[in-house]
Nanobody
Framework: QAQLMESGGASVQAGGSLKLSCVAS????????MAWFRQTPETGRVGIAF???????LYADSVKGRFTISQGNARNTMNLEMSTLRPDDTARYYC????????????????????WGQGTQVTVSS
């Protein structure tokens, strides 16, 4: 059974930067799509970016221009570089993966993904 593990969450000041990473293990195949979601009690779990194995990606409007998703150097790894962080970026961030490529229509939907990490907390103070 695949296991996904996020790392890199921290507490930072507004305007700062963070890099999150996700490593998937225990899966014998490539994940064709990996994504980042974030969750707060107020918003629920919201998709913010995904990347396909061919490099195609999509961002939610809330993070476009500030966050960059990328594939890691190893198979089934992924990063999220976050800059110009704002207090409303405060959330628990989750990594998700799918063995199938994501489309622009569904790639930011949580129902699209079968594999999830436990999350890493990002707190941005003003």
């Amino acid at each position: 059974q695949a296991q996904l593990m996020e790392s890199g969450g921290a507490s930072v000041q507004a305007g700062g930067s963070l890099k999150l990473s996700c490593v998937a293990s225990g899966y014998g195949h490539n994940f064709d799509c990996m994504a980042w979601f974030r969750q707060t009690p107020e918003t629920g779990r919201v998709g913010i970016a995904f990347i396909n194995s061919d490099g195609g990606s999509l961002y939610a409007d809330s993070v476009k221009g500030r966050f960059t998703i990328s594939q890691g150097n190893a198979r089934n790894t992924m990063n999220l570089e976050m800059s110009t962080l704002r207090p409303d970026d405060t959330a628990r961030y989750y990594c998700a993966a799918s063995p199938f490529s994501c489309s622009r229509a569904t790639g930011l939907s949580s129902s699209r993904y079968s594999f999830w990490g436990q999350g890493t907390q990002v707190t941005v103070s003003s």
